[in-house]
């Protein structure tokens, strides 16, 4: 998170890249760790190998770190020592964990945790609810 004079912007650096990687150190897909990513996100992972990074996958990375923030736990089940594809398969399986965060939060969480990106909040939605003090 940004917090200048002009506002505050949510960013996100799972993507970022500085310099040339080595061949050996490379990989197609420089995602977030897994459970930060949504359905779409790991689907589109298990099946191509690659993914697009959304607004909406976005939201549902902020659900899920509230989530965990919150509750302390990952909002998918799966054991510590699952391989990335299990863990992957899992999120694209649903369900995620039960959200028994109390109040606006709570509500906030489940909608962003929704397995349709086309129902979630937009991340202007999030930021107005986030600020609004309830």
Same mark, same amino acid.
Do not use: W
């Given at each position: 998170?940004?917090?200048?004079?002009?506002?505050?912007?949510?960013?996100?650096?799972?993507?970022?890249?500085?310099?040339?990687?080595?061949?050996?150190?490379?990989?197609?897909?420089?995602?977030?760790?897994?459970h930060y990513e949504g359905p779409e996100i790991s689907r589109?992972?298990?099946?191509?190998?690659?993914?697009?990074?959304?607004?909406?996958?976005?939201? !549902?990375?902020?659900?899920?770190?509230?989530?965990? #923030?919150?509750?302390?736990?990952?909002?998918?089940? !799966?054991?510590?020592?699952?391989?990335?594809?299990?863990?992957?398969?899992?999120?694209?399986?649903?369900?995620?964990?039960?959200?028994?965060?109390?109040?606006?939060?709570?509500?906030?969480?489940?909608?962003?945790? #929704?397995?349709?990106?086309?129902?979630?909040?937009? #991340?202007?939605?999030?930021?107005?609810?986030? #600020?609004?003090?309830?």
């Amino acid at each position: 998170m940004i917090i200048s004079p002009e506002g505050t912007a949510l960013i996100d650096l799972a993507l970022a890249r500085g310099g040339d990687i080595p061949a050996a150190y490379d990989f197609g897909y420089r995602g977030c760790l897994v459970h930060y990513e949504g359905p779409e996100i790991s689907r589109s992972v298990l099946e191509t190998g690659t993914a697009t990074p959304t607004m909406a996958a976005d939201v !549902y990375a902020l659900g899920a770190s509230l989530f965990i #923030s919150a509750t302390g736990l990952r909002h998918v089940a !799966y054991p510590d020592d699952a391989s990335r594809k299990a863990q992957r398969q899992t999120i694209v399986d649903g369900p995620h964990r039960p959200v028994n965060v109390p109040g606006v939060l709570g509500k906030l969480i489940e909608a962003m945790l #929704s397995p349709e990106p086309a129902d979630r909040p937009t #991340s202007a939605e999030v930021c107005k609810e986030l #600020s609004s003090g309830h």
